[in-house]
């Protein structure tokens, strides 16, 4: 009412105003990265209106609308909130992080989050992804200049027809003579690429003499191909290179996955020559930042990409630990560019495998290592993908797990809550006879293994804790302790987006959205008016 009187404008203006300008406090910079209602990763400032993003509901995923985008002009300090895998996300002072400390949870102001601190981050999302054939991945990517040659019997190239004859160039003749319609006709006329694919024979580019191929299926060898690229490929004028050692077996999966393409050697590199391929892989960006929509594909395509970047590009080894006398198994990818790694890695929180990146900033390198606490989780679901390192990992996850107790799980802080609940006499003994853990080496521990907290808490008397931390023990984010947190000047755009579940996962980060009510739990609801 007081701003409505003072600025002699609508209350409803006045709110928007009040909004707009507390808002400023609470974004984000523009290189951070989102993980959209599909599994794709983009850059917070690429984001639209109307688009969904995955976001946080009762600890569970949940898909969620953006409802607004917020780009904002800002000169101030922006904070740096660093964690101990090496993951960070800088944003404006009053921008709110999901933190737990001190046996408490609350959203917290970039500004008050401290060293000590957890906050939650991202762990075994279900996202649904979709599974497109080769014409839908060509649509999305945008690759339209590629014809598609239909069957001798397509009912589909029929219904068409008159839609052929209405194009206003003489090429539309062609089209008819050769049962041949663009790609990007069929996108403009809103056809079913998924319902045509039966009836498709073959494709082409619209340049030069090329040879056609067929309509082959997207499978995870075709993906891992793509991770070979990725590791150490090159895409130039059509033609994809992959340099290894032993060629023979790069060969070998080459002509596996393209027996249709005439494949040559030279003395460390294996060639092929195909427009539409070599464009599928420059759009996706293998060898640079490495696009986004890659993460909205099946996670089993995904998995053998990572996996044949791995096999060109990656290091398995052991490392023995004079310290403890025993060998520690090391998994690293590493790339130029940081931004590969941190999509690479923030879609590898998302199915339960923990990772943590280096960055040494003499060589401008960034390595993604492989937490050996979900050496499981990558044998089950990336491992079976590998072929030129396989047997390496294979002998070395062996002799791992004989120097190890393998532990598939991540650590929970719940040290505290867990000693508050209670148990009736004799059950801590049964635990270790039973199950072998020796709860009584929680007593000071301050993280505590997620599977080995479950199960015993189901051993615990009914409470309200019990209860509270088997919600916790389910939820879909893990907690990574704030390891610094650095200020420092800053002029540019921020940005922010509001959505229906008021939340968002950001550089695997759960994060605040934007509404102008929402501040730590010791402010008021009408901060933003004051501020008008």
């Not at 080995?452 to 615990?460: D, I, P, S």
């Amino acid at each position: 009412r007081d701003a409505n009187a003072i600025l002699k404008i609508p209350a409803k203006d006045a709110m928007k105003l009040a909004q707009d300008l507390f808002e400023a406090g609470l974004c984000v910079t523009p290189d951070t990265l989102v993980m959209m209602g599909d599994g794709s990763i983009k850059r917070i400032c690429e984001i639209e209106a109307g688009e969904k993003v995955v976001g946080l509901n009762d600890l569970h995923e949940k898909v969620s609308d953006v409802l607004k985008f917020w780009k904002i002009p800002y000169k101030g300090l922006i904070r740096e909130i660093k964690l101990e895998n090496n993951y960070s996300i800088k944003a404006t002072p009053d921008h709110g992080l999901f933190v737990y400390r001190d046996g408490k949870f609350g959203w917290v102001s970039a500004k008050n989050v401290k060293e000590g601190d957890y906050v939650a981050v991202a762990y075994n999302l279900n996202v649904r992804r979709e599974k497109p054939n080769l014409l839908e991945l060509l649509a999305k990517l945008g690759i339209t200049d590629v014809c598609v040659v239909f069957k001798e019997d397509s009912k589909t190239f029929e219904e068409l027809i008159s839609k052929i004859k209405e194009i206003k160039t003489s090429t539309k003749y062609k089209y008819l003579r050769n049962r041949t319609i663009p790609l990007k006709y069929l996108v403009e006329w809103g056809v079913d690429l998924k319902r045509i694919a039966s009836d498709v024979e073959s494709l082409y580019r619209q340049r030069g003499y090329v040879k056609r191929i067929p309509l082959f299926e997207l499978d995870e060898k075709f993906w891992y191909f793509v991770g070979l690229v990725m590791g150490d490929g090159s895409v130039r004028d059509g033609k994809i290179a992959i340099a290894q050692k032993d060629v023979d077996i790069i060969k070998e999966i080459v002509k596996e996955t393209f027996p249709f393409i005439h494949s040559w050697t030279t003395r460390f590199q294996v060639w092929i020559a195909n427009s539409i391929i070599a464009e599928i892989l420059k759009r996706l960006d293998v060898r640079g930042k490495l696009n986004g929509i890659m993460f909205s594909l099946p996670e089993e395509w995904i998995n053998a990409m990572i996996a044949g970047y791995i096999d060109t590009d990656g290091c398995i080894s052991l490392m023995f630990d004079k310290n403890c006398g025993k060998h520690n198994l090391r998994i690293l990818i590493s790339a130029k560019e940081k931004e590969k790694l941190e999509k690479i890695g923030f879609y590898l929180h998302t199915i339960g495998i923990l990772n943590v990146l280096h960055y040494d900033k003499r060589s401008e390198v960034c390595d993604l290592v492989i937490s050996n606490r979900s050496l499981e989780v990558f044998k089950q679901k990336i491992a079976k993908y590998l072929r030129i390192k396989k047997s390496r990992f294979d002998e070395a996850y062996e002799i791992y797990k004989r120097n190890h107790r393998t532990s598939n799980s991540d650590m929970l802080p719940f040290g505290e809550l867990f000693r508050m609940l209670k148990f009736k006499r004799g059950v801590k003994n049964k635990i270790l006879k039973e199950l072998g853990i020796d709860t009584w080496n929680w007593n000071d521990c301050e993280c505590i293994p997620r599977e080995k907290l479950k199960k015993v808490v189901e051993l615990a008397e009914d409470s309200d804790v019990k209860r509270f931390l088997i919600e916790l023990l389910n939820a879909n984010v893990t907690w990574v302790r704030v390891k610094g947190v650095e200020d420092r000047r800053y002029e540019g755009y921020v940005y922010d987006i509001t959505t229906t579940t008021s939340n968002f996962f950001a550089n695997a980060v759960l994060n605040h959205n934007c509404t102008y009510h929402r501040t730590d739990s010791t402010r008021e609801s009408d901060v933003g008016l004051r501020i008008a």
